[in-house]
């Protein structure tokens, strides 16, 4: 089974980029969950999401405490949350940000695998918006092959309607600008 | 098999009462039940469900527009959580004594105060004795499931109560997660249309709602009751339906590997399944004799087969996730000591009162219960609950 555990801010759709991997998972054939963190909605507070994956049926209904991979959908919130709190030792950490490996690793100390990507930038051109939760599912499966990134665009196309073409495109592009560094 | 479909469970829910083909809904939106009642005002704004559905300015509204169009003959459905369904209390004890089928769903939360919005299972504790069927969904899969068969269960002339299907609100209301989902044909070949046995008709005038004077209202409550108890058979009856058309097995006691167990912990609602893997850890890496045991149905309270299911048991953790204040014990523990009392080799029971407010229960935790009942039996520790994980 794989846990993941997605940090951004209220109203940038990380419930949304969990319950879309969860989605996709489920079409491939797999089990999965995707869940928020169960509280009021508070747009621009630092908010999590939940994601489980997982060849046989999944029973454990608790939070995810040891993530599997961690997204960071706003490069804000690294500095005021520890988002590797609990990432198994083999954990990935996925974050959008301006800032190259080096920088960030040297920043804060990250001793995990560590994926980036410039998400908002990526939003940005592709959308319109700072809006990074599709752009960051396109870097989370680079990262860590949880779903095939083409399984993403059918939950997308439901979901997102006459913008979903857009996200699409910010998906496939972050998944290829995506710079992944294993330790 | 049908295909599995990633959706949430509110979602789902509404999905079974769309294909229930209900002819009316009325409901107040609140927290955490507000999914369920929002996609099925969109199904009827959308065509796709041809039922009245009625906004009201509350809980209590909201159940006495209930009663009304169950007693009218519509096969009704709503949905409520915590404050909503205490606004309710009130109405809640008229709609089974006037024999209503009035199905819902309840996506359990904590009451005021404090305020909490997360889930425990204070609101249904709240309205025990109303007089309704109650039932426990671990996942979504049985919220769907146990909402089509409800229906079924509620209008059988034998039975004709109202039935409420508690789901864990947020931990399953808000959670996507594989569902099968039923043809449209299987839910009507399983389903028929709702026959009332008597309704509001001006043609042929019928009276409900009478008053009871002192000669009659204990006679009343009596039938009530034996109906409600009655309804275990039925309740059996439609399981076994839904088993055999569909393959999907439901029990009034379900047990998972409680064969043979020396420690069995009983729990109601979505933690069951968190529960099962402990009980994998505790068997298959510590060797030890743990098994579980999962109340489904909780009103009327499964007496015999609750005695069957934990018979040759030597410990009983029985997990409660509301605290019923000052009382003897937590409210399902109460009921399985009355239910096992006097019985010979009964076993010793802890009462434990956990997951209040949305606060998790984990893997760990259950199997730090099964230790704790373990050495609460041996010293036989008479206790009237503990509530654990309380920080102190």
């Known amino acids: 089974m794989i846990e993941v555990r997605v940090h951004g801010r209220g109203g940038q759709g990380g419930v949304t980029s969990a319950e879309m991997l969860a989605i996709a998972a489920i079409n491939e054939g797999k089990f999965a969950q995707a869940f928020p963190s169960f509280g009021p909605e508070r747009r621009g507070a630092p908010v999590i999401a939940f994601a489980r994956v997982s060849e046989q049926k999944i029973r454990n209904r608790t939070k995810v405490y040891n993530p599997d991979i961690v997204m960071v959908l706003d490069p804000s919130v690294l500095a005021i949350v520890n988002v590797v709190e609990g990432l198994k030792e083999n954990g990935m950490l996925v974050i959008n940000s301006a800032k190259s490996i080096a920088e960030l690793r040297r920043e804060y100390s990250f001793k995990t695998d560590l994926a980036r990507v410039d998400a908002t930038h990526i939003a940005q051109e592709e959308l319109g918006l700072p809006i990074t939760n599709t752009t960051m599912l396109g870097a989370a499966v680079k990262a860590r092959a949880l779903v095939a990134v083409d399984s993403l665009v059918g939950p997308l196309e439901h979901r997102f309607g006459r913008i979903a073409a857009k996200n699409i495109r910010a998906l496939k592009r972050a998944y290829r600008e995506t710079e992944i560094d294993l330790i | ?392």
């Open chain 2, 1 to 392: 098999m049908a295909k599995r479909v990633g959706i949430e469970v509110s979602l789902a829910i509404s999905e079974a009462v769309k294909q229930a083909k209900v002819d009316a809904v009325a409901a107040y939106p609140i927290t955490p039940q507000t999914h369920i009642v929002e996609h099925l005002s969109e199904l009827v704004a959308d065509a796709e469900l041809d039922a009245a559905f009625i906004p009201v300015e509350s809980e209590h509204s909201a159940m006495s527009v209930c009663a009304g169009t169950a007693a009218a003959g519509a096969r009704t459905y709503t949905a409520t959580s915590s404050q909503g369904l205490a606004l309710m209390n009130e109405i809640l004890y008229i709609i089974p004594a006037l024999r209503l089928p009035i199905v819902m769903t309840i996506a359990n939360r904590a009451l005021s105060g404090p305020i909490s919005i997360w889930n425990d299972h204070s609101d249904i504790m709240g309205a025990r004795d109303t007089g309704w069927i109650a039932l426990f969904a671990e996942n979504g899969q049985e919220a769907y499931d146990l909402t089509l068969q409800s229906f079924k269960i509620a209008e059988d002339h034998r039975v004709l109560l109202p039935i409420s299907v508690n789901i864990d609100g947020f931990t399953l209301s808000h959670v996507i997660e594989p569902h099968e989902f039923l043809d449209q044909e299987e839910v009507d070949a399983f389903l028929p249309e709702y026959r009332p046995a008597v309704q509001l008709n001006p043609d042929q005038p019928v009276s409900m709602g009478m008053v009871g004077v002192p000669e009659i209202y204990a006679e009343a409550k009596k039938c009530q009751d034996e109906v409600l108890k009655n309804s275990e058979a039925v309740i059996k009856e439609v399981f076994a339906e839904f088993a055999t058309r569909f393959g999907r097995e439901y029990r009034v006691v379900e047990s998972y590997r409680a064969e043979g167990a020396e420690t069995l912990l009983l729990t109601m609602g979505s933690v069951s399944e968190t529960a099962m893997e402990a009980i994998d850890i505790l068997r298959d890496r510590q060797q030890r004799s743990v098994g579980l045991i999962r109340l489904r149905l909780w009103r009327p309270f499964p007496v015999a087969e609750l005695r069957r299911a934990v018979a040759g048991c030597r410990r009983l953790a029985v997990l409660d996730r509301a605290v019923s204040f000052g009382a003897t014990g937590g409210p399902v523990a109460e009921e399985v000591r009355s239910a096992l009392y006097g019985i010979d080799g009964a076993p010793y029971v802890g009462s434990f009162i956990a997951g209040l407010g949305g606060r998790d229960i984990t893997i760990d935790d259950f199997i730090a219960l099964a230790g704790q009942v373990e050495k609460m039996a041996e010293t036989n520790e008479i206790h009237q609950y503990k509530m654990t994980g309380v920080r102190e």
